[in-house]
């Protein structure tokens, strides 16, 4: 079966620079979620999609924003990069069925090192 | 805002054991879901059982099953005949519709001793 897929699957950016993760959902899903795992930490969400609008906003800085595109796929844009950005981004596809409980699957991740 | 708690960081287990990982969580809602993930040393993140509040009945999955305490805000994870494959990091996470983020709490790192 089809699974998340993020590219790339590691990052190794210079402190101040830009990056950009890529996600794509698994076939037939609707909302794609970010979420931020930072060494030893446990994962925090950062902002979801649904139908190629935004959903809900956690914790994400100013420097990052996302967006859904037709597709359905999801990019995570993060500018001025900081040492504190290193971490692993996970992106997770649902659809929305309509059900009251709608399974996320994860992607593998994505590794950022910021140096 | 939800908030889940697991104080145990670490734990170890013989294989074929059983062993139970404690989680809580604090709401004002009556309605919600509480998962267990597993993260191996791949790092991918893997459901591994769900409970939904409104259900009395405890979840379970093969070897794994809950003890869902609603009053007590209490979800705890019981891992019978532990395998080697059972090695992870464990989070516990809550969601207050079955279609929103998840919120995870800090995790407990189960290792499985051959």
């Known amino acids: 079966a089809a699974g998340v897929i993020q590219s790339p699957r590691h990052l190794i950016k210079e402190k101040r620079e830009t990056a950009t993760l890529k996600c794509y959902p698994i076939p037939r899903h609707d909302t794609v979620y970010w979420y931020q795992q930072g060494p030893g930490q446990d994962p925090q969400f950062l902002i979801s999609f649904y139908e190629k609008m935004q959903s809900d906003k956690g914790s994400i800085p100013d420097r990052f924003s996302a967006q859904q595109f037709s597709d359905y796929h999801s990019e995570l844009n993060m500018s001025s990069l900081e040492l504190g950005d290193s971490a692993l981004y996970f992106c997770?596809?649902?659809?929305?069925?309509?059900?009251?409980?709608?399974?996320?699957?994860f992607g593998p991740g994505t590794r950022l090192t910021v140096l | 805002a939800q908030t889940v708690t697991q104080s145990q960081p670490e734990m170890s287990v013989q294989e074929a054991e059983t062993v139970t990982l404690s989680c809580t969580y604090d709401t004002s809602e009556s309605n919600y879901y509480l998962f267990w993930y597993k993260q191996p040393p791949s790092r991918q993140m893997i459901l591994v059982i769900r409970q939904e509040a409104y259900k009395q009945q405890n979840a379970t999955e093969n070897r794994f099953s809950v003890n869902f305490q609603k009053a007590a805000k209490s979800f705890s994870l019981k891992i019978s005949d532990s395998q080697l494959g059972d090695t992870a990091m464990y989070f516990c996470a809550f969601s207050l519709f079955g279609n929103e983020k998840l919120t995870f709490g800090t995790g407990t790192r189960l290792t499985i001793i051959p």
């Open positions: 997770a596809s649902s659809q929305n069925s309509g059900e009251s409980y709608n399974e996320q699957f």
